[in-house]
C-alpha cells in the first residue's frame, strides 16, 4: 500500500499541475498537458527514424542543445572568478597614478562599471539558478546580506587611513582591500565550483533549479523551438509580459529614489543637521548608511518567508509614504526626528532594492512558464531589468539638482563647494550669501527631503497594486514549472 501511495501522489501532481496552468493566462491556457502531447508526438516521429530521435531528445547529444542548469551555474561562477578580480583591479586603478588624471579617471570609470555590471548580472542571476523555491531563495539572500553587511565594515575602517593631504596609507589601505576582495571571489567561486560538481555526482541528489536536467529538451509553442527566437521576437514577450512591465514602471522610480538619497545625503546633512549634530555623528551616519540596508535585509527577509516578497515590499512602502508624510507634518525644526527620518530613508530605500531580486527570480519562473522556454532566462531578464531601470540612475542626481535650483535659486555647480561630511575639516562656514538665501536654501532641502519620497511611495503603491505575481498566482506558476521539470526528466526516462 504504501507503494503504490507513492507511486500515485506523482500522478496526482502531475493532475494538479497541468489544471493550475489552464488559469496562468497568455501561454499558460496551453498547459502542460498539450506540452506534454505535443513532447510525446514529436518523440515517436523522430524515433520512427532511428538514432536521430535519441540524439533530438537528449540535448547533450545534438548540437545546438541547450546548456543544462548545472552548467549554466558552472558558467555563471567561472565567470564570477574572472570578473571579480578584475573587478578589484579596477577599483585598485582609481587611487594608484599610471596616467594623466582626466584620461586615468574616464577609463577607470568605464572599467570599474563594466566590471560591475557583470559581476552584479550573473550575481543575481545564480539566485535564480541556485534554488527555486521561495523559502530556498530567501535564505540564499539571507547570507547574502549578512556577508554584505560584514564586507561594508570597510566603510569604517577607511576613515583611519584617510587624509587629504597624504594618500600614501590611504592607497595602501585600497591595495589590502583589493587583494583581499580579489582572493575572496576566487575562493569562493573555487568552493562554489566544487560544491556543485559534488553535488552533480551524488546519487538522488536534489537537482539544482533545473528545468529538467538532461530533460533540457524544447517546449514547443506552435511547434517551433521556444530557444530559437530573435531579439526582437524575445522583446515581443517582454512586452506582452504584464507582471514584467508593472514591476519594471515600480523599479525605476525605486532606482530613482536609491540614488536620489545617496546623491543628496551629504548635501542633507550639511544644510539640515550641520548645527545639531558634530562631525563625528556626520561621518558615522554616513557610514552606517552602506551597512544598515544589509542588516536591515536580516530582519525583513524571514518576514518574506513568512507573509511573502510581495506583502513584505508593499508594507515597506506604505512605512516610507507615513514616514514622509508625518516628517512633512513636524517641520524641519526638530533635529532628532530629522535625523531619525534622514537615516531611515536611506536605509528603507536600499533595502528595499535588495528584496526586489527576489521578485525579479519569481519573473523568470514566470517567463519560463509562460512562453515554454527550454531554459530559464535569467541572466537575460535581470539584464533587461537593468537596462530599463537605468535611466532612473542618470535621472536622479539631474532632476534632484534642477528641483532645488528652481525652488531656491541655489546652484550646486556655481556655489563654492561644500566641505565632505565625513572629511578631517569642521563644519565650514555659509560662504556669505543674502540674507535670506541660507533659510530659503535650507527650506528647499526640506522639502526636497520630504516631497521626493512622497511622490515616490505613491508612484509604486499604484504600479505595485497592479503586479499580480504573488499568492495563489505565484504558487501556481511554482508548481508548474516543478511539473514541467518533472514531466521533461520523466520523457527522458522512457526514451
Known sequence: MAA??????????????????????????RGWRSSRRRAR????????????????????????????????????VRALGWHGPLLALSFLAFWVPWAPAGLQFLLCLCLYDGFLTLVDLHHHALLADLALSAHDRTHLNFYCSLFSAAGSLSVFASYAFWNKEDFSSFRAFCVALAACSGLGFVGATRLLRRRVEAA?????????????????????????????????????????????????????????????????????????????????????????????PHL?????????????????????????????????????????????FIASNRVFTEGTCKLLTLVVTDLVDEDLVLNHRKQAASALLFGMVALVTKPGQTFAPLLGTWLLCFYTGHDLFQQPPLTPVGSAQPWPEPPAPPPAQAPALRQGCFYLLVLVPITCALLQLFTWSQFTLHGRRLHMVKAQRQNLARAQTLDVKTV
Open 4 to 29: 503504490t501511495a507513492s507511486a500515485r501522489a506523482p500522478a496526482e501532481e502531475r493532475v494538479s499541475g497541468a489544471a493550475q496552468s489552464q488559469s496562468l493566462g497568455r501561454g499558460g491556457g
Open 41 to 76: 508526438r514529436r518523440t515517436g516521429w523522430h524515433l520512427a527514424r532511428g538514432s536521430r530521435g535519441i540524439r533530438l531528445r537528449l540535448p547533450q547529444l545534438r548540437s545546438g542543445a541547450g546548456l543544462s542548469s548545472r552548467a549554466v551555474v558552472l558558467a555563471r
Open 200 to 292: 552533480g555526482r551524488e546519487p538522488g541528489c536534489p537537482s539544482l533549479a533545473v528545468d529538467g536536467g538532461l530533460g533540457e529538451e524544447e517546449l514547443l509553442v506552435g511547434g517551433k523551438e521556444a530557444g530559437s527566437i530573435t531579439l526582437s521576437q524575445y522583446l515581443r514577450q517582454l512586452a506582452r509580459h504584464r507582471n514584467f512591465l508593472w514591476f519594471v514602471g515600480m523599479d525605476l522610480v525605486q532606482v530613482f529614489h536609491c540614488h536620489f538619497n545617496s546623491n543628496f545625503f551629504p548635501l542633507f546633512l550639511e544644510h539640515l543637521l550641520s548645527d545639531h549634530i558634530s562631525l563625528s555623528t556626520g561621518s558615522f551616519l554616513l557610514g552606517i548608511s552602506y551597512v544598515a
Open 296 to 340: 536591515n535585509n536580516l530582519y525583513f527577509l524571514p518576514l518574506c518567508r513568512r507573509w511573502g516578497v510581495y506583502a513584505v515590499v508593499r508594507g515597506l512602502f506604505l512605512l516610507k509614504l507615513g514616514l514622509s508624510l508625518l516628517m512633512l507634518l513636524a517641520g524641519p525644526d526638530h533635529p532628532g526626528l530629522l535625523c531619525l
